[in-house]
């Protein structure tokens, strides 16, 4: 009987020492809505508009290039269409056509990653600014987690901290 009440008596102090100590090891985990926070970031508007004034540019670049191609070619289709270009002529026009239409895809594809670079470019800084942030926060509120909102598949209630990061951010 005694080993009985010996051994009841440790597994209870087993189960106040694990069951006392869960606060302990407790952690809290916040989330936010980045939506509502980085398209509102004053630096966010001005690298989203000057890369798509970059974007417009290249854009342009790109339709130029194409009229003249367009112009040559309907130059090129009267001449052939009046007999006034000999089939070696037809033929070297034929090619030129196919270069310059060769260059302009590679011009476009060349455009969009230069665009993408530029988007990478000026959205880094901010970004990482934001992960400051997100981490200046969670430190002064003891969060050891803090998710984006859309990423949660459930939650019932919660801590959201964007107001917090919103702050931090000097975003309104």
Do not use: C, H, W
Not at 60 to 85: D, F, N
Not at 145 to 158: A, R, T
């Amino acid at each position: 009987m005694n080993k009985i009440s010996k051994l009841f008596s440790l597994v209870a102090l087993i189960a106040l020492v694990a069951f006392g100590s869960a606060d302990t090891y407790a952690q809290n985990i916040a989330y936010v809505d980045t939506e509502a926070i980085i398209p509102n970031m004053t630096a966010y508007k001005a690298a989203k508009s000057e890369v798509e004034d970059y974007g417009k540019q290249l854009q342009k670049s790109l339709e130029t290039k194409q009229a003249s191609m367009q112009k040559y070619y309907q130059e090129t289709a009267e001449k052939a269409s009046k007999g006034l270009l000999t089939p070696v002529q037809q033929q070297d026009a034929e090619q030129k056509l196919q270069k310059m239409q060769a260059d302009l895809q590679q011009e476009a594809a060349s455009a969009e990653q230069k665009l993408m670079k530029k988007e990478q470019e000026r959205t880094k800084p901010i970004y990482e600014s934001f992960n400051a942030a997100l981490k200046k926060v969670a430190k002064a509120n003891g969060f050891s987690y803090i998710l984006d909102k859309k990423l949660l598949l459930y939650s019932e209630g919660g801590i959201d901290a964007t107001s917090k990061v919103k702050a931090e951010l000097n975003v309104k």
